[in-house]
């Protein structure tokens, strides 16, 4: 129980903000500390404003407690049920948890205003959001949780 704790908060408040912000950690690789017109002295400051700032930490927040968490009540409730999910199920139940999120979110934004065809690459982020996080998860906590 511990571990799964652990494991969602590292991936959602360390992995999650550099994986919204990549182009910034391209600056870092680079050894460019800009962002937009201001340049940094050191990586803790341009990271301090880049990638680990209020905006990406709320976004963080709100995927640990509608996406992550959800997630992982589904998967302890069919592993309970001694069915345990296979990968390719994993991922498509992140990515659905992910769509509807989008589709609900989506209607009180009025992203389906525009042509609706506009907004498929929307499905196309949400599978590859659950394709990524949920090979973080398998490696760093299902195989130790199905082993035991």
């Given at each position: 129980?511990k571990r799964k704790i652990i494991v969602n908060l590292i991936i ?42 209020v905006t990406n930490l709320i976004i963080a927040l709100f995927a ?85």
């Amino acid at each position: 129980m511990k571990r799964k704790i652990i494991v969602n908060l590292i991936i959602t408040f360390v992995i999650l903000p550099i994986s919204v912000n990549l182009d910034d950690i391209f600056n870092v690789i680079r050894g460019e500390y800009r962002f937009y017109d201001t340049y940094y002295s050191n990586l803790k400051d341009y990271l301090s404003v880049t990638v680990f700032n209020v905006t990406n930490l709320i976004i963080a927040l709100f995927a640990l407690v509608f996406v992550f968490f959800p997630f992982q009540l589904f998967k302890d409730y069919y592993c309970k049920k001694n069915k345990p999910l296979s990968f390719i199920r994993k991922v498509y139940l992140l990515s659905l948890i992910v769509i509807s999120i989008i589709l609900l979110l989506g209607s009180f934004s009025n992203i389906w205003a525009i042509p609706w065809y506009n907004n498929l690459m929307y499905f196309v982020y949400a599978f590859g959001f659950g394709l990524i996080f949920t090979t973080l998860f398998h490696f760093l906590l299902d195989r130790y949780v199905e082993k035991k």
